[in-house]
């Protein structure tokens, strides 16, 4: 089954897509305990890659001259509302009225104003083809590790969506 799409600007849409989700895990069913532990593994998978993350491709981004934090990478998708609900973080608010293609309103001078749980997967997932070559280049093993733990978090978080769509097929 598809689930909603949500794209940067539609406030409607992103309201309704957590007004739904609100209802959802609000039930007691066993479906909603069992999607927050597999929300749970998800939040340890991208913990597990947060030490990696900090020490290798940080320091490439931070020098990049160019960045590629915009406000529609920031801006969640569907899957990544269902992570945040099953392990319980409060909606964060996306101001809209920004430029979708503008420098990210979570972007400091000192990186990323959100923690990594609280970013969409895109935020934790891509890299431009000159940092993972830098990477792989520099530090091979930690490359393949980080390769490793990204394809692991991948499987997690699919099982966490996939779940999640077998129980709103009975919810709707
Ligand atoms: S992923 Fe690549 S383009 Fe984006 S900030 Fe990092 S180095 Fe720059
Ligand atoms: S949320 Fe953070 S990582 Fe994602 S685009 Fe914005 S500043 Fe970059």
């Given at each position: 089954m598809d689930l909603p799409e949500l794209v940067y600007g539609d406030e409607k849409a992103f309201k309704d897509a957590r007004t739904l989700l609100d209802e959802i895990f609000?039930?007691?069913?066993?479906?909603?305990?069992?999607l927050c532990q597999l929300g749970e593994t998800v939040k340890q998978a991208i913990?597990?890659?947060?030490?990696?993350?900090?020490?290798?491709?940080?320091?490439?981004?931070?020098?990049?001259?160019?960045?590629?934090?915009?406000n529609s990478h920031a801006f969640p998708d569907f899957e990544d509302l269902i992570f945040f609900k099953s392990i319980g973080l409060p909606w964060q608010y996306y101001d809209m009225t920004r430029p979708e293609h503008g420098t990210c309103q979570f972007?400091?001078?000192?990186?990323c104003k959100l923690l990594r749980i609280q970013r969409s997967y895109r935020c934790t997932w891509y890299f431009c083809d000159s940092l993972l070559f830098k990477f792989?280049?520099?530090?091979?093993?930690?490359?393949?590790?980080?390769?490793?733990?990204?394809?692991?978090?991948?499987?997690?978080?699919?099982?966490?969506?996939?779940?999640?769509?077998?129980y709103f097929a009975k919810f709707k």
């Open positions: 609000c039930s007691t069913s066993p479906y909603i305990k069992q913990q597990g890659l947060e030490p990696i993350l900090s020490q290798f491709t940080e320091p490439i981004c931070a020098e990049c001259p160019t960045g590629c934090c915009v972007l400091s001078h000192s990186g792989e280049k520099n530090n091979r093993r930690d490359f393949h590790i980080f390769n490793a733990k990204s394809s692991s978090l991948a499987i997690k978080r699919n099982g966490l969506v996939n779940y999640f769509k077998h």
